[in-house]
């Protein structure tokens, strides 16, 4: 267990709806990342935080949108679904932003119809 | 370039043969190079990780080997098991972008009985 948790596991919706998947980091960890995998694209680093602050975007969609709160727990928003979409998504958190282990979360898996 | 090539996509041995994944990447900022193990419904495990100041580094049966002039690093695994059946990524990031990692593209590992 990485001690990353995730919810929901598992989440179905239909094109244009939004939805909002969760991340709780490690103990003691303050960066946290999200990552996207796709059977046609592997793994694709979205969005990073760090205590709080938007550290480093990758190619996320002006669709998606993300957040750290206080308590270190973050979000990631994904609205105007496509089926296209339909991926799992992976949060990893660690210590620090530069140069620390990533550990990653079981991931949510999201399925667009 | 950001890219991480891995290969083989696909792999298939025998109980206690010796599987080797192989990875290469361009950009020569990349300074940490570790690789994940992922299995079905999980999320990506780090396994062992390396970097350019060694050129090999091993963890009980799991091996890297690594080439800096030739932009290379390899997974070698000892006396495979059947319970080392999952997908292995190999993964790079610089100290300039943090600890975001690029992930290759992935192979699947299966090891016979």
């Known amino acids: 267990d990485s001690g990353v948790t995730q919810t929901p596991k598992h989440l179905i919706t239909a094109t244009g709806q939004r939805v909002t998947l969760r991340c709780s980091p490690r103990?003691?960890?303050?960066?946290v990342y999200w990552y996207q995998q796709s059977l046609d694209q592997g793994l694709q680093f979205l969005i990073q935080?760090?205590?709080?602050?938007?550290?480093a975007k990758g190619n996320i969609l002006e669709r998606f949108s993300a957040q750290q709160f206080p308590d270190l727990h973050s979000e990631l928003n994904l609205s105007s679904l496509e089926l296209g979409d339909s991926a799992l998504y992976f949060c990893a958190s660690s210590v620090n932003p530069e140069n620390s282990p990533l550990h990653f979360g079981n991931g949510t898996r999201l399925t667009v119809t | 370039q950001q890219q991480v090539k891995q290969s083989p996509q696909s792999l298939i041995v025998q109980k206690g043969g010796i599987p080797i994944i192989n990875c290469a990447y361009e950009n020569t900022a990349f300074d940490y190079f570790p690789w994940y193990q992922q299995f079905p419904g999980k999320g990506p495990a780090l396994l062992i990780a390396?970097?350019?100041?060694?050129s090999e580094k091993k963890e009980g049966r799991f091996t890297i080997s690594f080439n800096k002039s030739a932009k290379q690093f390899s997974l070698h695994i000892m006396d495979s098991q059947p319970g080392d059946s999952a997908t292995y990524f190999c993964?790079?990031?610089?100290?300039?972008?943090?600890?975001?990692?690029?992930f290759g593209e992935g192979t699947q590992l299966t090891v016979n009985p």
């Open positions: 103990s003691g960890d303050l960066s």
């Open positions: 390396i970097r350019p100041d060694v």
């Open positions: 993964a790079a990031s610089a100290e300039t972008s943090g600890s975001r990692l690029t």
């Open positions: 935080y760090y205590n709080g602050e938007e550290r």
